[in-house]
Nanobody, 120 residues
């Protein structure tokens, strides 16, 4: 059974930082492409970052990393802005999907999400 449990969300002022964690069981994070997505109210789920065997994923203010010994992936978020407010989800890419993908439909296991709220 695959389980992903996110934590680390909360309320932060604009310009602040948060680090989200995603503890994984049933899958070895070093063997799969892992992704972070977010979904704001009334909007579609959108890709944030991913990591695979090659390297950490850095996208502007956000950095995704992993700790293989803890089977956990992280999302470091810096210089947060109110538009970053959303529920953040981690997910495991379907291994049958060839190549890297940013589409939610290509990820087959998801956590329950953690709320991030950025105040102005």
């Amino acid at each position: 059974q695959v389980q992903l449990v996110e934590s680390g969300g909360g309320l932060v002022q604009a310009g602040g930082s948060l680090r989200l964690s995603c503890a994984v069981s049933g899958r070895t994070v070093s063997s799969y492409t892992m992704g972070w997505f977010r979904q704001a109210p009334g909007k579609e789920r959108e890709f944030v970052a991913r990591i695979n065997n090659d390297a950490d994923s850095v996208k502007g203010r956000f950095t995704m990393s992993r700790d293989n010994s803890k089977n956990t992936v992280y999302l470091q978020m810096n210089s947060l802005q109110p538009e970053d407010t959303a529920v953040y989800y981690c997910a495991v890419q379907n291994p049958q999907i060839v190549g890297l993908t940013t589409l939610p439909k290509d990820y087959d296991y998801w956590g329950q999400g953690t709320q991030v709220t950025v105040s102005s």
